[in-house]
């Protein structure tokens, strides 16, 4: 009997060891194929620790004396959380940008710092990550407040850079499917199209239910928002139509309004909850507090898959370069093949190309660019810091995100920088018909 139980013991170590060192092995493979998740797991990790930081921070800060003999003025609650934001931001704003700065000029697959920095490592650059997220609590209170206004400016280029992936990636898509032979991606299109105006009249409706309400007084603020988004998507979607708008379509016409839309009701939904005219703010007032997590969620998500989308989508800042770098990479494979008189590949020549083979091996194009995504991830980290304390003015209420008068406003601007970018991208060619514009 001792002999089984001993026997049994053994086997089960022996399962468990197999199935740990298969679990390191997945876990190590999927590490080095997307690193990207690794990163977003980084960053959304960096994201709840500011939510929680923000409104329970005051006691950690209270027991660092530098920090705390550094105010000035009355320090309040909110000022801690601040502080705390601030600090988590610009570690994880220093470990991305430095991750972006060693690797500027990764092109191909073959560079030891794909291997080793950007795909590997990850026990190193995880304790460095830490290291970055702790290092900024020793900083003064005068250089958090100045990385505090650089944030500003950060948030801003990031919100910019949406914008214009955004705008892109719309006007690829609506090329793709039109050029395609098959009708039915002509009447997919259409119907994307409708869709995306259907859901944009639907967003609008519900601003005015919610943000409009009957018996709350003066609205007239939230009546010129809506009002304001409404007039300007039907002048760019009437616009698109003209025949002298060359890059205008209105399937992107039909996203960009979509878009608007949603930062329409986004800025009214940022108004504060005791704000008169926001009724759905009043709604979630009393609501429990699951329904608070899950707008949390909801929201760390959203800039989670932002970042992502904007640092892996860098055709739209690098196409050039990378164009450039194929054209000679074909043009290197053509005038490095020969054949014998019969059309046949000689000897030389085979030994030649199989040498040739593994050189191309080495500049295969890396898909994205590393250095572009981290400093996208930089600047989302900005971002986290301006999300979680209303744009450096103090979260308005605690447990919520992106509430106040000053998120209200980032976001109309933003609506009207989209607006106007998009209309840039139908006059542009107009104007300056010399210039390549495709």
Known sequence: MFIL??????????????????????????LRKSARLAY???????MVLAWVLRDFAKPLIQKIPWIVHQATGEI???????????????????????????????????????????????????????????????FP??????????ARFGSGLFMVVQMVILLDMTQNWNDDWVSKEDERFLYALLAVTV????GAIALIAVSFYWFNPSGAGDCSFNIFVMAVTILLT????????????????LFPSAVVTLYCSYLCYSALQSEPHSYQCNGLGKHFTAASGSTL???????????????????????TFMAAREEAIEEGLLETETEGTSAGLDGEPTGQSMARGNVEGKAMDEFELVTYSYSFFHLIFA?????????????????????????????????????????AVYAWTMAAPLLFPDRDFS
């Open 5 to 30: 139980t001993s026997a049994g013991s053994c086997l089960a170590s022996f399962a468990a060891m197999c199935a740990c060192q298969a679990c390191q092995g997945v876990t190590r493979e999927v």
């Open 40 to 46: 977003c797991a980084l960053f959304t990790t960096a």
């Open 76 to 138: 309040s609650d909110k000022w801690y959380g601040q502080q705390a934001v601030y600090r988590l931001s610009m570690g994880n704003f220093m470990f991305f940008a430095l991750m972006s700065a060693v690797l500027i000029g990764v092109k191909y697959k073959s560079d030891k710092r794909d291997q080793y920095l950007h795909h590997g490592g990850w026990l190193v650059k995880l304790a460095l990550w830490l290291a970055f997220c702790i290092l900024p609590f020793f």
């Open 141 to 150: 209170v005068g250089l958090v407040n100045a990385y505090s206004w650089l």
């Open 195 to 198: 869709g995306a105006f259907v």
């Open 234 to 249: 039907l002048a760019v979607s009437l616009g698109s139509l003209h025949p002298l708008a060359q890059n205008g379509s």
């Open 293 to 315: 997590a899950v707008g949390m969620v909801i929201a760390i998500v959203s800039v989670v898959y932002s970042a992502l989308r904007a640092g892996s989508n860098n055709r």
């Open 379 to 419: 600047l989302a980290s900005m971002y986290i810091a301006m999300l979680m304390t209303g744009w450096g003015t103090g979260a308005e209420e605690r447990d919520l995100i992106d509430v106040g008068w000053t998120s209200v406003w980032v976001k109309v601007i933003a609506q009207w920088m989209t607006v």
